[in-house]
């Protein structure tokens, strides 16, 4: 075996056993168990299966011609499991149903045509069949997935500002596992139609998508999300007007020592309660909703202060910060320039 051979076989399977892991740990997982986690996981032992099967078929001899049609059958899953997943992150308390066992009757087909189906019925009745078996197969997991994303993009065309920053995680994390089925799919596709393409290229750019989708994951802090996100509840909305009111016609965020409990108690909510409606609503933690209107304020002052009689120092103390390094930094990143070249502009 050439070191090129070895390099495609490791680099193919550290993506085949990180996939299995993976699902392995959404499967175990007891921080939240949701109906998506469980679907991701057993879409992705599929995928890894399937992918195991390709690396089997491109470097080991007289591989069993049953194992080549069950990798096929793995595939039949991976579409309806997809469908279902996407549905799972964006309807609140989606559960699959007996209704939904149809979709999964290709597979059990397929399954059945693995143990009657032999090598040499294919290649007596030549690649007729066989093409028309792949197309079968590729066109169900297309169909699937362009059904996946006309789930996302009926939600997208919606308008933004009605998003939370949960929702808009979820939009922004479907998207990216349905482009990675796609990109899967679509390497296994070019192998079928253009000669020159080598088979292993499926197995290498699985293991790269799902290095990927895994790094994006953890980015979002999707993992424990599901369709809950979705769930509307215009009580939080009603609870932010009346927080973000207060805070504005009281100008709490004046007080240098205004925290999430002194509005907590104000509000008669818990401090978990505020945080999360706060984040939630406008996008931004806590520090970062109540600095806004403490830059505004601060912008203020510098406008009305002509003669310059104020020093920034001061002007940060009045706005309701408690120290000249946090005012800078905060002025700074709303504001893209410091106070003193915000004053002399």
């Not at 051979?5 to 550290?14: K, P, R, V, W």
């Not at 997943?85 to 149903?97: A, E, F, G, R």
């Given at each position: 075996?050439e070191s090129?051979?070895?390099?495609?076989?490791?680099?193919?399977?550290?993506?085949l056993?990180?996939?299995i892991?993976?699902?392995?740990?959404?499967?175990?997982?007891?921080?939240?168990?949701?109906?998506?986690?469980?679907?991701?996981?057993?879409?992705?032992?599929?995928?890894?299966?399937?992918?195991?099967?390709?690396?089997?078929?491109?470097?080991?001899?007289?591989?069993?011609?049953?194992?080549?049609f069950?990798?096929?059958?793995?595939?039949?899953?991976?579409?309806?499991?997809?469908?279902f997943?996407?549905?799972?992150?964006?309807?609140?308390?989606?559960?699959?149903?007996?209704?939904?066992?149809?979709?999964?009757?290709?597979?059990?087909?397929?399954?059945?045509?693995?143990?009657?189906?032999?090598?040499?019925?294919?290649?007596?009745?030549?690649?007729?069949?066989?093409?028309?078996?792949?197309?079968?197969?590729?066109?169900?997991?297309?169909?699937?997935?362009?059904?996946?994303?006309?789930?996302?993009?009926?939600?997208?065309?919606k308008?933004?500002?009605?998003?939370?920053?949960?929702?808009?995680?979820?939009?922004?994390?479907?998207?990216?596992?349905?482009?990675?089925?796609?990109?899967?799919?679509?390497?296994?596709?070019?192998?079928?139609?253009?000669?020159?393409?080598?088979?292993?290229?499926?197995?290498?750019?699985?293991?790269?998508t799902?290095?990927?989708?895994?790094?994006?994951?953890?980015?979002?802090?999707?993992?424990?999300?599901d369709?809950?996100?979705?769930?509307?509840?215009?009580?939080?909305?009603?609870?932010?007007?009346?927080?973000?009111?207060?805070?504005?016609?009281d100008?709490?965020?004046?007080?240098?020592?205004?925290?999430?409990?002194?509005?907590?108690?104000?509000?008669?909510?818990?401090?978990?309660?505020?945080?999360?409606?706060?984040?939630?609503?406008?996008?931004?933690n806590?520090?970062?909703?109540?600095?806004?209107?403490?830059?505004?304020?601060?912008k203020?002052?510098?406008?009305?202060?002509?003669?310059?009689?104020?020093?920034?120092?001061?002007?940060?103390?009045?706005?309701?910060?408690?120290?000249?390094?946090?005012?800078?930094?905060?002025?700074?990143?709303?504001?893209?320039?410091?106070?003193?070249?915000?004053?002399?502009?």
């Open positions: 075996m090129l051979d070895i390099i495609l076989i490791i680099i193919s399977g550290a993506g056993i990180h996939g892991l993976i699902s392995l740990f959404l499967l175990t997982n007891r921080t939240k168990k949701t109906l998506s986690k469980s679907l991701m996981a057993i879409m992705l032992l599929l995928m890894a299966l399937r992918v195991g099967k390709s690396v089997l078929f491109n470097f080991a001899e007289d591989l069993d011609f049953f194992i080549i069950i990798g096929l059958s793995f595939l039949l899953l991976i579409g309806p499991l997809l469908y997943y996407i549905k799972s992150l964006t309807i609140p308390n989606y559960q699959l149903k007996k209704t939904n066992y149809h979709y999964f009757w290709p597979f059990v087909f397929m399954l059945i045509l693995s143990f009657l189906a032999t090598e040499d019925w294919f290649i007596e009745h030549g690649k007729f069949w066989a093409f028309i078996l792949l197309a079968f197969v590729y066109g169900h997991l297309a169909f699937y997935i362009f059904k996946s994303w006309q789930i996302v993009k009926k939600i997208l065309k308008e933004n500002h009605t998003r939370t920053k949960s929702q808009n995680t979820v939009l922004i994390w479907s998207r990216y596992v349905i482009a990675g089925v796609f990109i899967i799919w679509f390497s296994y596709i070019l192998n079928i139609f253009e000669d020159r393409v080598p088979y292993i290229l499926g197995p290498l750019i699985y293991s790269i799902i290095y990927i989708l895994t790094c994006i994951a953890f980015k979002l802090g999707v993992i424990n999300y369709g809950m996100v979705f769930k509307n509840d215009s009580n939080d909305s009603s609870l932010f007007k009346s927080i973000d009111n207060v805070i504005r016609k100008k709490l965020y004046l007080d240098s020592n205004l925290d999430l409990n002194k509005i907590g108690k104000i509000s008669s909510l818990s401090v978990h309660q505020v945080s999360h409606i706060i984040n939630e609503e406008t996008g931004y806590f520090n970062s909703y109540i600095n806004k209107f403490r830059i505004e304020e601060a203020k002052i510098i406008s009305n202060d002509k003669e310059k009689r104020f020093t920034i120092a001061s002007i940060a103390y009045d706005a309701g910060f408690n120290s000249m390094s946090s005012f800078n930094s905060a002025f700074k990143k709303i504001e893209s320039k410091t106070p003193s070249q915000y004053r002399d502009s």
